[in-house]
């Protein structure tokens, strides 16, 4: 862990000795932007359904590919968000207030090279703190023992649920059903099968892949099919796709500033490009000279929230990647990449595979290289992409998320979870609940049990284990302030 960052970016350099390094990564940033930019197709979604995809693969070949379509699909929204104001993906949901008004002034290749270039930019600044940072926490991760990797899935979960869409409770029961689905298997102190019903595909637990995938993948698809919708498309010759060097020199402050804000909340655990993007638009209205003209169409209400998104997919990734804390439902689902693998997020990921780190490394800063080449290049052929019929697109996802489950074990029963998954999904999300919480309690909750489970055992029963030691004790107040803080906040206000 001595190592200084420039020396981060060595140990993994020999990897892109491999010409299939960069074919993976600018295929990874091609599929991923093509996805995004279609509407109701989630970052999170593709990235799932691609995921079993790399099964097999070379870890450090497969992860170039995913931080591909990470980096690709985030900004692919903001297609959508600008041509026919319907964000591709949530994080590009600020970018439709100036974005759409843009477009019918004429000036959509104008929004959209903007767009690409602040992207870039954002990534690009989230890339160089991830390579400072992430060593740092994870040298101070180092020392944490069960009781501190207790209180930091506490959080990991309590933030997810205070921020998914629909009520609290929502979000708990949501996080408590993805615990349920974890307890399956073999249980991790005393080896006893649990809940498995006679089923031998059940003995190592619910696969996380087929899951991830029937939540946001199937039952997406079962979304689309349920609410057909008509888009109202105004179409233009995209042109000025790089404006003037004047104009990028006036809005650097705004993208240097949304650029800041996307890292530091995409390193808050669950937070993710769509918090992001809205508190860099809303700090634009309280810093901006032109703000009185925000919403009315100005390039500089898409250069702030499309910095902010990008800056947060390397915020996002140092809790994930230091604490195995998920940033956001995206680099939940990366998590489940990793795991696949063999590799298990946390500060042990950095003592014994700091080669493979390193790649990360690299590998997020090729796709924002390949993001911006690309996304310059074929923004008017993107934009064509939102008017693919539905009928192909839909039954073509179906297919690949089928595909994908079985390809894992080659197994039917994981086709099965994976119809049960997006059957519950779809309902679940017809009720108005969130999939994140479910899929963060499946990834944390073995996690979470086998460190309660030991630390109680170590301390002899003695529950008081959890708040004697300091640093566990304030995972645990935060998590209270978490759950509680807002209720209790609310209630002080109303009685002034």
């Known amino acids: 862990m001595e190592l200084f960052a420039f020396d981060l970016y060595l140990e993994g350099l020999h990897f892109f000795t491999n010409p299939l390094m960069f074919v993976a990564s600018a295929f990874g940033v091609l599929v991923g932007i093509i996805f995004g930019a279609l509407p109701g197709l989630t970052a999170t979604m593709t990235i799932a359904i691609f995921i079993p995809f790399t099964f097999g693969v070379d870890a450090v070949l497969s992860f170039a590919f995913l931080l591909g379509i990470y980096t690709g699909a985030v900004y692919g929204g903001s297609v959508s968000a600008i041509l026919i104001n319907i964000p591709g993906t949530p ?5 439709v207030f100036d974005g759409y008004p843009l ?8 929004a959209i090279g903007v767009a690409t270039v602040s992207s ?3 990534g690009l ?5 991830l390579v400072i940072a992430a060593p740092f926490i994870a040298s101070i991760a180092l020392k944490f023992s069960a009781e501190e990797y207790v209180g930091v899935t506490l959080i990991g979960l309590s933030i997810i649920a205070v921020i998914s869409p629909g009520s609290l409770i929502k979000g708990l029961i949501g996080g408590v059903l993805g615990l349920i689905i974890g307890v399956v298997g073999m249980d991790p102190i005393t080896a006893f099968p649990r809940f498995i019903f006679s089923r031998a595909e059940l003995i190592d637990g619910v696969s996380v892949i087929p899951v991830m995938i029937g939540v946001y993948g199937l039952a997406e698809m079962f979304i689309q099919i349920s609410e057909q919708q008509h888009i109202k498309i105004v179409w233009q010759t995209l042109k000025n796709l790089i404006p003037p060097l004047s104009e990028f020199k006036r809005l650097t402050p705004s993208i240097l500033r949304s650029s800041v804000i996307g890292v530091i909340v995409g390193a808050i655990p669950a937070a993710g490009g769509s918090i992001a993007s809205l508190v860099a638009y809303g700090q634009e209205k309280r810093f901006s ?8 169409g100005i390039i500089d209400g898409v250069a702030a929230p499309e910095a902010a998104n990008n800056a947060s997919t390397g915020g996002a990734l140092i809790p994930m990647l230091t604490l195995g804390i998920p940033g956001d439902p995206m680099t939940a689902v990366l998590m489940g990449g990793l795991i696949i693998q063999g590799l298990r997020p946390g500060p042990i990921l950095f003592q014994q595979q700091m080669p493979f780190v390193s790649s990360i490394y690299i590998s997020l800063l090729l796709s924002v290289v390949f993001m911006l080449i690309i996304g310059l290049l074929g923004a008017k052929y993107f934009a064509r992409l939102i008017t693919f019929p539905k009928n192909y697109l839909i039954p073509a996802i179906l297919v690949f998320c089928l595909i994908g489950s079985y390809a894992i074990n080659n197994s039917i029963f994981d086709i099965w979870i994976l119809i049960i998954s997006g059957v519950i999904g779809f309902i679940l999300r017809k009720l108005s609940f969130s999939p994140a919480p479910i899929i963060l309690g499946l990834i944390l909750g073995p996690i979470f049990e086998t ?6 055992l170590l301390s002899d029963g003695n529950w008081s284990t959890y708040i004697t030691r300091p640093i566990s004790l304030f995972f645990l107040i935060s998590v209270v302030f978490i759950l509680f803080g807002p209720y209790i906040w609310s209630k002080v206000k109303t009685s002034r």
């Open 125 to 129: 600044f989230s890339v160089f703190i």
């Open 120 to 122: 870039a930019f954002g």
């Open 451 to 456: 460190n309660l489970r030991r630390a109680v």
């Open 103 to 110: 477009c019918k002034k004429g000036r959509a290749g104008e």
């Open 289 to 296: 000279k032109r703000s009185h003209l925000l919403g009315t």
């Open 91 to 95: 994080s590009a949901i600020a970018t």
